[in-house]
Nanobody, 118 residues
């Protein structure tokens, strides 16, 4: 069964940190690029970060650049997102997804909730 399962979300204070992890199974994870998107309460989806399948290139939305770091471990079939200096506007459900070499989303997870509040 194809699965992407996010974990690591929770409640943190502004300025705090969280590390999200996405565990992939049921497909060849290393052949796909990885991405994180998020959805704030009552808002639409927002792209957060992207990493190429080999992990050599990383991209970030302007809103998180310098604060978030995306990484992957193809041997463990995981996609991570280290989030530092969190702001209330980072609050939302974070989803991991994988994309084909042509940029088409192939699989996505159920999401993990991140709440940044004092």
């Amino acid at each position: 069964e194809v699965q992407l399962v996010e974990s690591g979300g929770g409640l943190v204070q502004p300025g705090g940190s969280l590390r999200l992890s996405c565990a992939a199974s049921g497909f060849t994870f290393g052949t796909y690029a990885g991405t994180w998107v998020r959805q704030a309460p009552g808002k639409g989806l927002e792209w957060v970060s992207h990493i190429t399948r080999g992990g050599g290139n990383k991209y970030y939305a302007d809103s998180v650049k310098g604060r978030f770091t995306i990484s992957r471990d193809n041997a463990k079939n995981t996609l991570d997102l280290q989030m530092n200096s969190l702001k209330p506007e980072d609050t939302g459900v974070y989803y991991c997804a994988v994309l084909t070499s042509w940029g088409r989303i192939e699989h996505w997870g159920q999401g993990t909730l991140v709440t940044v509040s004092s």
